[in-house]
């Protein structure tokens, strides 16, 4: 599959743009607004600055964008279509119309946040082939797809879950056709009680923000809900919390059944209570304050191998690369993040390290002494590098490592890194490392397997 087609370019239109683009599709932009393509180009700038960070390797080569004249343009021809027009019922079924009249055969996913596929497809020849895909702002940082089948039939349901998964997104299967899917349900709850604690004057937007970014925020993005409170119930686990707090659900703690009435002075008051919350900042810098930081929370949580972390690390063993065997071998792909960087603005020196430490990585991984060779009690350790910084290195730019065998003597293995920025070729650092063999068992020097000295010494002086 090569093509998707995005029919609404807005916010969530652009990023599901984005992240098809960045993972090597081709997109098909279909939306009437005039402003729609420097909206969204403003949108894959951010992606552009944001996702590969996520990654210790390299996404694959961009696609094509296309912004089209009509729906009939940007579905022909279609492995995918995703929609994601304003959330009105009759817009949607035009949609739908001109999508069945031009590409009858694509997976067509909705990204609507209430309605059902059911009512969707209503009217619709090939309804078999509609389902909900309710993706999360930003849509190319945060995996998280809600998928409602409907009428979709299998078939269709597992095809666009692997295609989804292919992008880096974790499909959420929905077991059932209800208003809101899962997440916006919860969403709706908390919304609901923060706008009566502001209409009482209990909260301001910011005290409000404050008690989520700074407490059970942070434990719901990486636990959720229900381990979070079986932790709260100590030894005795969720059934001594259900047992402790469940009569407080009785008490008249949330107003979660009403809402209060959305009169001009009660809207007027929640927008002056953001503006000066959050007003000195454009809509533009907020995105990418919080792209920074979700990056920041998603890297160390993939280091953890835990919750969206753990997602993000499936995608990336999933992503080619092109891996040593080429003259000149080319060690590791990247950008670099934003977390690499110090107070001078460039990357910190221990960085350096951890790239020629994936770069040594790579040649063992290729000569045959990764994982497996280790699980046979041997290995090599690093003794000595030494580091020449050329010229400052920055986040968001792209990097390779070509990496040189230039010592294979028994013991030891020397190899000569040299790391290149990817948009001009500059050399932005060199080192120098040596390596010893070792024996895991004894912790103590010792000669390699026969064969391993042999592929090593085949590799001297040829770059490759």
């Excluded at 402790?244 to 002056?272: D, R, S």
């Excluded at 071998?329 to 910190?348: A, C, E, F, L």
């Amino acid at each position: 599959m090569t093509k998707a087609a995005i029919i609404g370019g807005g916010v969530i239109g652009g990023g599901w743009a984005a992240r098809f683009l960045l993972n090597g599709w081709d997109v098909a932009v279909f939306d009437p607004d005039q402003q729609a393509e420097r909206k969204l180009g403003e949108v894959l700038t951010n992606a552009r600055g944001a996702l590969p960070m996520l990654y210790e390797t390299s996404l694959p080569a961009e696609g094509e964008l296309t912004f089209t004249t009509s729906i009939a343009e940007a579905v022909s021809g279609a492995d995918y279509i995703q929609e994601s027009v304003p959330e009105r019922l009759d817009l949607k079924h035009r949609v739908y119309a001109e999508i069945e009249a031009a590409n009858r055969q694509a997976p067509l996913g909705s990204s609507t946040s209430g309605f059902k596929p059911s009512d969707l497809g209503a009217g619709m020849a090939t309804a078999d082939r509609l389902f909900v895909a309710h993706p999360f702002n930003p849509v190319y940082l945060l995996p998280l797809v809600e998928l409602v089948a409907g009428r979709a039939s299998v078939d269709i349901v597992s095809r666009a879950e692997a295609l989804l998964r292919s992008v880096g997104f974790s499909p959420l299967r929905v077991r059932a056709e209800i208003d809101a899917h899962l997440a916006d349900r919860f969403l709706e709850a908390v919304w609901r009680e923060a706008l009566w604690l502001i209409h009482d004057d209990i909260a301001t937007t910011e005290e409000i923000d404050e008690a989520i970014r700074l407490g059970f925020g942070l434990r719901w993005a990486q636990m959720g809900l229900f381990e979070t409170y079986r932790i709260a119930g100590g030894e005795g686990g969720m059934a001594h919390f259900v047992e402790q707090f469940g009569p407080a659900l009785a008490w008249p703690w949330t107003k979660l059944m009403n809402v209060p009435e959305m009169t001009p002075e009660f809207a007027a008051k929640i927008g002056a209570q953001s503006d000066a919350q959050s007003g000195a900042l454009s809509i533009r810098e907020l995105e990418r304050l919080r792209d920074r930081n979700l990056v920041g929370i998603l890297r160390a949580l993939k280091q953890a191998g835990s919750a969206a972390g753990a997602v993000i690390a499936e995608h990336e063993a999933s992503l080619p690369t092109d891996g040593p065997g080429s003259a000149p071998m080319v060690t590791v792909r990247r950008v670099i993040p934003s977390d690499w960087t110090d107070y001078n603005g460039h990357m910190n020196e221990s960085r350096y390290g951890q790239i020629w430490s994936d770069a040594a990585d790579a040649v063992l991984a290729h000569v045959g002494a990764g994982p497996e060779y280790v699980a046979r009690g041997l290995s090599y350790f690093t003794v000595e590098t030494r580091t020449k910084f050329v010229a400052e290195t920055h986040a968001g730019e792209a990097v390779v490592c070509e990496t040189d065998v230039t010592l294979a003597d028994g013991k030891k293995l020397g190899l000569t890194h040299r790391m290149l920025r990817e948009a001009d070729g500059a050399v932005l650092a060199t080192c120098d490392q040596l390596l010893i063999h070792v024996s895991l068992e004894t912790r103590r020097s010792c000669e390699p397997e026969a064969e391993m000295s042999v592929r090593l010494t085949e590799l001297i002086g040829t770059g490759a």
